[in-house]
């Protein structure tokens, strides 16, 4: 996985157009980074890893033309 250093918009789309990184790799690192994150209860809820994998497969079998915001986690 090559997850940019940046997760600004235009990176992280060159990123996927690119072929070197899916949205499911991404939230993989994103949920990784937040397991590992000091506790700071910021949280109002958070949603399941499998459940955000689920979402981000369903993603990753539409084309990226379609959504302008295709892969950018909120």
């Known amino acids: 996985m090559n997850v940019p250093k940046s997760l ?6 060159e990123a996927y157009r690119a072929e070197r990184l899916t949205p499911r790799q991404l939230v993989e690192h994103l949920v ?3 397991d590992l994150a ?3 209860n910021i949280w109002i809820s958070r ?13 990753e079998r539409r084309a990226m033309e379609e959504l302008p915001l295709y892969g950018i986690p909120f």
Do not use: Q, Y
């Not at 600004?8 to 789309?13: Q, V």
């Not at 949603?47 to 993603?59: I, N, Q």
């Open 38 to 40: 000091s506790p700071r």
């Open 47 to 59: 949603l399941s890893r499998e459940w955000l994998l689920d979402r981000a497969a369903g993603l």
């Open 8 to 13: 600004l918009i235009p990176d992280l789309l």
């Open 32 to 34: 990784r980074c937040a």
